[in-house]
């Protein structure tokens, strides 16, 4: 048994076929479907164009009769690229229409399968169209991961600054620098660091017990 292209736990990705002929179009919809493909077809270019611009979110993957009346594929491939420019196309060409076929992969089609197409071509083209999508997908995971933890870390940076800030207010790195105890300037210590933006008002207050309870005793 032939494994699916698009995996089960994968998410279906939103794909546009764009075929004049209607024969093609309803029996590649069909095994794009069958293959786990969420699957929107237009007869024409002028129509293709009309959903791109509506589609929201934007198609994953596009797959266009190269040559049609009117708006051409190049056109739907220019528009698809337009909207998302991680936009996966896949052109469909006559044998007369490589030359085309290879602009448009110039311009930013995926590849292109020439008519009338062999169905194991199309699907190991299809293969490898999910494979690059799923690479894609990872890679942005793993910026966005990156991303994340920078973050943090320059958030704890931010937090160990501030801390050490406020230990340093609070008790002088040796006996030699302390000067002598003055509560009110410490308190005052604490409000400038406050007013600066180095102390949250939670760590304010913690401070402030710290303080008068150091008094206290």
Known sequence: MTRPIVPPQMPSPSLLLVDDDPMPRETLSTLLQ???FQVTTAATGEAAEKILKEAHPPFDLVITDLVMPGKSGMDVLKMALKMNPSCTVL???GFGSVREATEAMEIGAFDFV???MQIDQFRNTLRRLMERRTLAHERDELRARVKELTERAERL???LGRMEILANQITPA???QAPAADPLADLERMA???AKGLLSD???EQAKKSLLSRWLT
Do not use: D, N, Q, W
């Open 34 to 36: 069958g293959e786990g």
């Open 174 to 176: 040796s006996p030699a």
């Open 157 to 159: 940076e931010t937090t």
């Open 91 to 93: 052109v469909l060409t």
């Open 202 to 204: 939670e760590e304010f």
């Open 192 to 194: 400038t660091l406050k």
């Open 114 to 116: 020439t008519k009338p």
